[in-house]
């Protein structure tokens, strides 16, 4: 079992910027691969971010590429997601995932979840 707890939401206007963390206890850390997804209101959930095992490989839909940056430190067995240029249609739950397989993209590709952290951007 790995157990995964986001922080780091929040509320930020438009073009602004947030870090969001996840912190995974229970297991080896830098055994996972992690993955950053969200959802909206009404809307299926929503890849945003993948990273390999050793933190070598990233991957990220071209919605948020240039703006979102995935990174992992896995002696904290932490993994980040900087967000930058912030838009509107970013305002959804973030959640940080794990599973052991390789780089995924959609949702059932992942194991284990954690709570989720909401981040609203306003116009």
């Known amino acids: 079992q790995v157990q995964l707890v986001e922080s780091g939401g929040g509320l930020v206007q438009t073009g602004g910027s947030l870090r969001l963390s996840c912190a995974a206890s229970?297991?080896?850390?830098?055994?996972?691969?992690m993955g950053w997804f969200r959802q909206a209101p009404g809307k299926e959930r929503e890849f945003v971010a993948a990273?390999?095992?050793?933190?070598?490989?990233?991957y990220y839909p071209d919605s948020v590429k240039g703006r979102f940056t995935i990174s992992r430190d896995n002696a904290k067995n932490t993994v980040y997601l900087q967000m930058n240029s912030l838009k509107p249609e970013d305002t959804a739950v973030y959640y940080c995932?794990?599973?052991?397989?390789?780089?995924?993209?959609?949702?059932?590709?992942?194991?284990?979840w954690g709570q989720g952290t909401q981040v609203t951007v306003s116009s």
């Open positions: 995932a794990a599973d052991r397989a390789r780089l995924g993209v959609r949702p059932t590709e992942y194991s284990y």
């Open positions: 229970g297991r080896t850390f830098s055994n996972y691969v």
């Open positions: 990273i390999s095992w050793s933190g070598g490989s990233t």
